[in-house]
């Protein structure tokens, strides 16, 4: 077996907010002493250049960044603040991510995992939000889509990625599959949301009611998520890994475990075919379920396990919502009513 690529290094640490938000470099440091860690090889991070970000994000908005960083931190929107150092921490977070889905693609290694903040998925082309600063994700898929290759974001956070559907929304070599809580910040993400033009149809949105279990979550993907992985047929698997959906999460109204995301991990990377995955950390606010969570899903790209069986039945309700989610996307592909976002 290949080894696995690891980026976790303190100058993550150098993003500070404010007493009492819930983006703290606690978050990483509860992750440094996992056992599991000693079985990933290290990568050491460097800043992402100009020419990086521009695949992504506009030009005004690494403007403005530059603005703020010089004044010594401010804020992008209410809930996103940024401190002295917070543009170093962000630029090496995204340029690790880059590097580590080259190495993928370059046959280095099977799988890697890019321990990062500050977090990306809300990061828009042209604005941060929700504690993202520059979308790491994002701009790995963008660094490898292209030129006949494609990939897949598959996104699990409790919130929509709406950065990464923006980036992405006319594009035909990014798939974009996001299972969040619907209504929840930002508020977007509804099925008939599936791209326009060339990318009509590789945007999918799996909005769940608030509540769900990990029945629900593993009939979810069965049902949407997996058979659009693998019709899409990746050449790289980029994930948004925020564990925001786990039962002890204070932003999220889900109640899954972390024996869930690991079993997601295990049947994305069967439907993709074992195309080279690469774990892009996102939400996750409770120390103690994101350390069990990270140790799953770390341990899974370590040793990758086989299926336990029958998976927990999904409530009524539940499978009849996805049902109609599946209708909702059948009708905005063949209607055309797809929602810019």
Not at 49 to 70: C, G, N, P, Q, S
Not at 317 to 324: C, N, Y
Request: proline residues 7%; negative net charge; contains cysteine.
């Amino acid at each position: 077996m290949k080894q696995v690529l690891l980026a976790l290094d303190p100058v993550f640490d150098l993003h500070r907010t404010h007493f009492g938000h819930p983006e703290q470099p606690t978050r990483l440091g509860a992750l440094a002493d996992l056992p599991v860690l000693r079985s990933l090889r290290r990568v050491e991070p460097r800043p992402a250049t100009d020419e990086e970000l521009l695949r992504v994000h506009a030009k005004e908005y690494l403007d403005f960044l530059a603005r703020i960083d010089a004044a010594g931190g401010g804020f992008l929107r209410r809930d996103t603040p940024i401190g002295p150092d917070s543009l170093k921490a962000a630029r090496a977070a995204a340029g690790v991510s880059v590097d580590l889905a080259s190495a993928l693609m370059n046959g280095t290694a099977d799988a890697a995992a890019a321990l990062v903040r500050p977090p990306g998925h809300h990061a828009c082309p042209a604005s941060g939000m929700g504690f993202c600063v520059l979308n790491n994700a994002a701009l790995a898929a963008a660094a490898v889509a292209g030129s006949g290759r494609r990939v897949a974001v598959f996104d699990w956070d409790v919130h929509h990625g709406n950065g990464v559907q923006q980036a992405f929304w006319e594009s035909p070599d990014v798939l974009y599959v996001s299972m969040h809580q619907h209504p929840l910040y930002p508020y977007t993400g509804l099925a008939e949301e599936v791209g326009v033009g060339p990318g009509a149809g590789t945007t999918r949105n799996v909005p769940l009611p608030a509540g769900c279990r990990d029945g629900d979550y593993l009939y979810a993907f069965d049902a949407l998520v997996g058979p659009a992985l693998s019709g899409f047929a990746p050449d790289l698997l980029v994930i948004c890994a925020g564990f925001d959906a786990h039962r002890l999460d204070p932003l999220g109204s889900m109640q899954i475990t972390e024996g869930c995301f690991r079993e997601l991990l295990r049947r994305a990377r069967v439907t993709t075919s074992a195309a080279p995955v690469l774990l892009v950390l996102e939400g996750g606010y409770s120390i103690e379920a994101l350390r069990a969570c990270v140790a799953e899903v770390l341990a899974e790209l370590v040793a990758p396990s086989v299926s336990t069986g029958a998976a927990p039945e999904a409530y009524p309700e539940v499978r009849a919502h996805v049902d109609r989610v599946a209708a909702r996307w059948e009708d905005a592909r063949w209607t055309g009513r797809a929602i810019r976002t």
